[in-house]
Every structure is written in structure tokens, then in C-alpha cells.
T-cell receptor, first 114, second 109 residues
């Protein structure tokens, strides 16, 4: 079945570092990719929706200059957390979907900023 | 604005009982309604979905019902087991995409 690969699975870095997370759809072309953030024991919070070749649509309250999203192809989207600070520590998860298809989620990235 | 409301946010049931989670939407263009299950520490995964031309779909102990007139769809889990304990998310998609806020289900042995 469809698989979404997300890397890295875990990142620990110093405050001020920029971190890039990749999300790849391995055996299907994703018309749309989504980026979520999840705090412990809380729901998935949608951050942005990304369509190939166009600018991402950010949810209210999400800083687009802080969380840069690039959807360069139908199989790859990247999220870059720029100048990360401890409050950015969280679990970030991506998903990809085709038209009127369910989302296929990546395994997530645990980001820890020291 | 248009969105999807998911209830309840938490649900505890005794093993063997049924669990029902309901989502209410407002976008009349919605035509695809999947449900996802996220076990602790794992990715959400599709468990069942339904399209707007069908009123009910069943897969073993799991069923989804859709009422397009009332604009709500529900997940039904019968004969619940401890391994059903997880967070469940609804979604509806049409011209736009809407994701529910999740329901934490606990099945008590």
C-alpha cells in the first residue's frame, strides 16, 4: 500500500539552529501534503497544507516565516523550522494524499531544542 | 466558518461495549469521509472511509454511518477490545479539507 516516509525521526539540536524535515510519498503522487504538530496527549494540530508547485496555506497562528514549507514535487515536501527555540520542541508529522483519497501519515519527527 | 466538530473528546467504555464517535460538518460540498486511528506513539492510520453516495459501511467490528441531510457522520465500534484504545480522528473533504480534533478512546478490561 501507499507509504509516506518522514525523516529524520528524531532531532536534538541547540537553540538557534534551523532544522529541515522531509516528507516523501514513496509509491504514489501526492496532490496535497499536510504538516501537523502534536503535543503530548493532545490532538494533531494542522499547521499548513501544501500543494505541489504552489505556496503553502498556513493555519491561523502559524508563522510562515518560522515554518518554511517547500513542496517541490509530487512526492516531496519539506518543513524547515528556522532559528528553532525550546518552545518549538514538539512532534511534527506529515501526511500525503491523492485526490479524494485518505491521508497517509509519516512516522513523525520528534524535535527537541536545547 | 465551515469546519468539522468531533465529539466526544474523551470516551471510556467497558470491554465488550460499543463506542460511538460523531462528527458534524457544515461544508455541503463534502463528499469523502475517512476515519483514522492513532495508537500511542504511532502514526495515524486509516481504519474506514465512506463516500457521499453511501449511507453506511461496515468492516467487521467497525462501521461508519453518514447522514448527509443532517451533515454528520459517525464511527461505531462494537464489542470493544483493549487494543481499540487509541485516539480517533474524523475528516471530511470536498472543495476543502477539514480534520477533527480527535477522540481519546479508552477500553477498560
Amino acid at each position: 500500500g501507499a507509504v509516506v516516509s518522514q525523516h529524520p525521526s528524531r532531532v536534538i539540536c541547540k537553540s538557534g539552529t534551523s532544522v529541515k524535515i522531509e516528507c516523501r510519498s514513496l509509491d504514489f503522487q501526492a496532490t496535497t501534503m499536510f504538516w501537523y504538530r502534536q503535543f503530548p496527549k493532545q490532538s494533531l494540530m494542522l499547521m499548513a497544507t501544501s500543494n505541489e508547485g504552489s505556496k503553502a496555506t498556513y493555519e491561523q497562528g502559524v508563522e510562515k516565516d518560522k515554518f518554511l514549507i517547500n513542496h517541490a514535487s509530487l512526492t516531496l515536501s519539506t518543513l524547515t523550522v528556522t532559528s528553532a527555540h525550546p518552545e518549538d520542541s514538539s512532534f511534527y508529522i506529515c501526511s500525503a494524499r491523492g485526490l479524494l483519497q485518505p491521508q497517509h501519515f509519516g512516522d513523525g519527527t520528534r524535535l527537541s531544542i536545547l | 466558518g465551515e469546519n468539522v466538530e468531533q465529539h466526544p473528546s474523551t470516551l471510556s467504555v467497558q470491554e465488550g461495549d460499543s463506542a460511538v464517535i460523531k462528527c458534524t460538518y457544515s461544508d455541503s460540498a463534502s463528499n469523502y469521509f475517512p476515519w483514522y486511528k492513532q495508537e500511542l506513539g504511532k502514526r495515524p492510520q486509516l481504519i474506514i472511509d465512506i463516500r457521499s453516495n453511501v449511507g453506511e459501511k461496515k468492516d467487521q467490528r467497525i462501521a461508519v454511518t453518514l447522514n448527509k441531510t443532517a451533515k454528520h457522520f459517525s464511527l461505531h465500534i462494537t464489542e470493544t477490545q483493549p487494543e481499540d484504545s487509541a485516539v480517533y480522528f474524523c475528516e471530511n473533504t470536498g472543495n476543502q479539507f477539514y480534520f477533527g480534533t480527535g477522540t481519546s478512546l479508552t477500553v477498560i478490561p
